[in-house]
């Protein structure tokens, strides 16, 4: 039994790796397995630390993480920002408004009773209103029509053409206004309407003549 034991023993020191280095110091081993018992880094030593904080210290840490994801939150609304990015909301809706009107007055009666010389490019140019447009209604004092082209003047969707009574049927009879029908109408600087052929139904005439005063 003793042989036995005695070739275990030669088995186990050849297979060991430290069997080939130098005896350790005593005094170091001593110091060593002092300063291990006096900080021991052990799991049981880490739960015991941390069963020590006290709450305060775990209410400071979960400050710190609320902290960081609001500063993670607004980097990247930040970036939402300065990319252009839309922000959700309700789609926008458009209005349509009153339609802009310019509005005219009829020439007095004596205008268009007096003898007239034919209508020329010359005369007609010095309109500040000219357009083509259709009568839309025609009641009591006022002609509404609607402006499909305009030559001077700033352009409105309707033109109102008012008046009195006398001067109103003046210019009906004058320019033979009928409700639906497409005309030529030319105003002076005053806002009153041109007679005497410059404005009437329309004809391809009068067109060329329009064309010549204020251009294609």
Request: aromatic share 4%.
């Amino acid at each position: 039994m003793s042989d036995e034991h005695d070739e275990l023993r030669a088995r186990l020191r050849a297979a060991d790796p430290a069997s080939s280095l130098p005896r350790p110091d005593p005094d170091r081993v001593a110091r060593l397995l002092e300063d291990t018992m006096s900080h021991p880094d052990t799991p049981d030593a880490a739960a015991d630390s941390a069963r020590q904080r006290s709450p305060l210290t775990w209410l400071a840490a979960a400050a710190a993480v609320v902290i960081i994801a609001g500063v993670g939150v607004f980097a990247v609304m930040n970036r939402a920002q300065d990319t252009g990015s839309p922000a959700a909301g309700p789609e926008p809706t458009s209005s349509t408004g009153a339609p802009s009107t310019t509005e005219l007055r009829a020439p007095g009666a004596g205008a268009t009773s007096g003898r007239c010389l034919p209508p020329s490019a010359e005369v007609l140019e010095k309109a500040d209103v000219a357009f083509d447009g259709t009568v839309e209604e025609i009641e009591g004092d006022l002609v509404t029509l609607r402006a499909t082209r305009w030559y001077a003047g700033s352009p409105t969707d309707l033109v109102t053409v008012r008046g009195p009574s006398e001067d109103l049927q003046a210019l009906l009879a004058a320019v033979d206004f009928q409700d639906g029908g497409r005309y030529l109408v030319a105003a002076s600087t005053d806002g009153r309407v041109m007679v005497c052929g410059f404005s009437a139904e329309h004809s391809p005439r009068l067109e060329r003549l329009y064309g010549q005063a204020f251009g294609p």
